[in-house]
Each structure stands twice: as C-alpha cells, then as structure tokens.
C-alpha cells in the first residue's frame, strides 16, 4: 500500500536559501524600495558575465523580454511603424509550436501573424527540417521564435544556419533553459535578440522577472528606454516613442540575486532528479525527455512519453480528459490523476500552441508542409506526421522539484510503475 504524501511533492517550485532575504532587507533598509538599486546593477553584470554576453537587461517578466525582442527584430527589419500599428504589423513570423503561449503571444502583441513550426523527436523542439519547409512555403519570412524545452537546447546550428540562409533574425527564448549549454555555449547567447526568466518555477526565481540579453550597446540602451516608459532626455517628461512600465523592481532584484549563486546547484539536483527517473523507470514502455549527446540541458523538468503500443485509449477536448485503463498500459491522463491522488503533482506537455483555440486561424507547417492537413494523422492511427500533437497526446512532465527527497521520488516512481500494471 502506497499512503499519499502528507506535504505535496511539487511540478517545480521555488527554492531559497537565505541570501534572497538578505538583499530584500538591503533594499529595503537603503529603502531603493523602486526600479533603480544595487541588486540591479548586481543581478544584470552576474548574469552578463554567467552566461557570456555583453548587456543584460532586467526587466519584470521573461514576457516582457520576449515582447521587446520582438519590438527589436520588427523595427529592425520594417522600420517605426505608426503609433496605433505594431512593428510586426502584417507580416509573418516562424516560431516554435510546442511551447508556452508566453513565447508567442509577444508576435501578437506587435501585431504580426504567427506561423508554427512543428516539433522534432531527438530534443522535443523546433524541427529543423519542418522550418526549411516553412522556407520554402513562406520565402519572404525574416523572423524566427525559437524557444528551448524544458531546459533541452534546441539543434540551433541547423536553426541558424538555415536563418542564415534565408537572410532571417532569431529570438531566442531561453526562459526554461537558463544555465542549459548547445555546444558548449550558454543558452540565451545563440540569438539575434535572447530572452531568460526568474518566474516562480524557473530553475532559479525573483518570484517574478526576466531579463534581455545582448552583446548590443545600442539594443541595451533602448530596452533600458522603452522598459521605462520611453523618457526621453529632457528636463520634462517628453516622448517621441510608445513606452513600458517593463523595468524589474530592485527588491525583485534582492530574490535574483540571492539566487544566482546556486543555479549550478539546482542543476545538479535536477539532473540527479532526471536520473533517478531514467533508472526507476527503464523496463516501462516510455522513454525520458531526449536530448542531443551535444548538449547539457539544465534538466529543469523531468518528462516521459509512453511508447505508442503501451498507450491506452485517452481522449482529450478542449477542457475534459478521460481513459479506458488496460492491463499493461497508461497514459498521461492515468498517470497525471493518480499521483494528484497521492498529492504529487505532475503536468501535461505544453499543448501545442497550433491546437489552441486561440491561434486555430495561424498556419502550421510539418516537415512535411501544411499540417492542418493531416494534424489529426495520430488519432487514425497512421504515422504521425503531427510530432507536436504526438508528444502532448503520449507525454507528460514529472514531478521536478528541487526539493524532492529521494524517498520521495522513489514513491513517485511506484506510481507511475503502478499505473503500468
Ligand atoms: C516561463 C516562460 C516564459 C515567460 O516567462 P515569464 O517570466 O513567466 O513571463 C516564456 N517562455 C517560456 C518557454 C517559458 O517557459
């Protein structure tokens, strides 16, 4: 008998240490109690220096990061658009499908048309292959989204040498992936404009915030402008450009700063966490979030995917889950409700964003071109051609939390072996 964990093992939440505390107090006793302080000024050289570029930006979200990317690429590729239209206005742009909506929703913001480019099986990210074929649907694109799942780099070698190719700019959203390396570089170097978070269950947290990162002074400088409402030098408050209030806060800074010294740390805990996984659950019919031998993914999540022949009837709608149970096999639904029943908390893969009802109108592309034509190939049992449906449909993120014993864990891993019986 397994008895249900009386403290609730966490999806990922935030672990502190002590120091946050310490530079919240600082903050708050030189009462730089703003947007302005030392915890600033100490969080953006840190992380500049962390992960290897010139300029980094602090800002209050890795939304709002990825908004001024986008604002960035659009005016550098269209030029200043009138006031009540956005950089991007009309025009298209590619980015990853499989992923948070925080990703995307930035492209909407600046009024532009995104286009979703389906997922590959060797890291769960942008397929390389499925964005030649955007290429060669969509020449005139000049912009790619591409974030990196889970903390698993994406093949950006392949991304930008194909970008290059094509004369387009990168964003690259490395909001799950910070500390992560492709090659030996640091995610959030790889493109044109970068983006990093400190949100709640990062691998490390603010409780809040993001940052952009850049090796350009002049990129630097204006999302150090636009973040504080586009002031312009004067002794009034005088605007030539529109403005955001996107600039973090400095006792926001104190929690970033506090935990910057332990994101090797909670890497190492991750990775140990992804392990103890990848051992328990061997002889089951599923397989751990992959990852090129290239690459060191900071593990940020744990996730599985159920072999295809070990998967039960599951049918998803757009609010409703249910499963017929067979002997010998599972499915994420199963999984997902048992270990809620035993106070554990688990989570679907993020649902592809060309299956929201929100972005059912943007094209999506496979590598084998148009894949509203054949998105539902997985239902009829045919061979996937929809990879991003596929992984939503058989996957799941496990229950990844810093904090997690290893008595706990190995808990967690009777669960799911017991959902297989
Ligand atoms: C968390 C996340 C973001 C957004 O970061 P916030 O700091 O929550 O605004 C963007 N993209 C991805 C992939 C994320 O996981």
């Not at 499989?98 to 990703?103: E, G, I, K, S």
């Not at 913001?109 to 060669?136: R, S």
């Not at 492709?182 to 970068?194: L, P, R, S, W």
């Not at 058989?394 to 290893?406: F, H, I, V, W």
Request: aromatic content about 10%; glycine content about 8%.
């Amino acid at each position: 008998m397994i008895k249900p964990f009386e403290k609730k093992v966490w999806l990922s939440s935030p672990t502190m240490h002590g120091e946050e505390l310490e530079y919240i107090k600082k903050a708050y006793e030189t009462n730089w109690m703003s947007t302005v302080g030392e915890n600033i000024n100490e969080v953006e050289r840190q992380i500049a220096e962390k992960v290897g570029c010139k300029y980094a930006v602090a800002l209050s979200a890795g939304t709002a990061a990825l908004h001024l990317c986008t604002k960035l690429a659009g005016e550098k590729l269209y030029g200043m658009p009138k006031t009540n239209e956005g950089t991007l206005q009309g025009h298209k742009v590619f980015c990853t499908d499989m992923t948070f909506d925080a990703t995307v929703n930035p492209i909407a913001y600046e009024n532009g048309e995104a286009v979703f480019i389906d997922t590959e099986y060797d890291t769960w990210n942008m397929d390389p292959k499925a964005l030649e074929k955007a290429f060669e649907i969509y020449p005139d694109v000049r912009l790619v989204v591409v974030a990196h799942l889970y903390g698993t780099p994406a093949k950006m070698d392949e991304i930008k040498r194909i970008c290059k190719a094509h004369n387009a700019l990168i964003i690259e959203d490395a909001a799950e992936s910070l500390g992560a390396t492709y090659k030996g570089q640091q995610t959030g170097t790889f493109g044109d404009y970068n983006a990093i978070s400190f949100n709640g269950n990062k691998i490390i947290t603010g409780s809040s915030g993001g940052m952009f990162l850049t090796d350009s002074k002049a990129d630097a400088e204006k999302v150090r402008k636009w973040s504080t409402q586009s002031r312009e030098n004067a002794p009034w408050y005088q605007h030539e450009e529109i403005g955001y209030n996107y600039r973090m806060s400095n006792v926001i800074a104190g929690v970033v700063r506090g935990q910057i010294p332990h994101l090797e740390e909670h890497i190492a805990q991750k990775k140990a966490i992804y392990e103890r996984y990848k051992e328990g659950l061997k002889d089951l019919p599923i397989t751990m979030n992959p990852y090129s031998p290239d690459s060191e993914p900071n593990f940020w999540l744990s996730c599985l995917i159920i072999d295809p022949e070990a998967m039960c009837k599951q049918v998803r709608g757009d609010s409703e889950t249910t499963f017929i149970k067979e002997h010998g096999k599972s499915c994420p639904t199963e999984i997902l409700e048992t270990l809620a029943s035993y106070n554990a908390e688990g989570r679907p893969i993020w649902k592809p964003m060309h299956l929201q009802p929100i972005y059912r109108m943007n094209a999506f592309i496979t590598k084998d071109g148009n894949g509203r034509a054949n998105s539902n190939a997985y239902i009829a049992g045919e061979k996937a051609t929809d990879v991003g449906a596929d992984i939503f449909q058989r996957g799941l993120c496990l229950p990844s939390d810093n904090k997690m014993t290893e008595e706990e864990q190995d808990v967690v891993i009777k669960i799911i072996r017991k959902c297989f019986e």
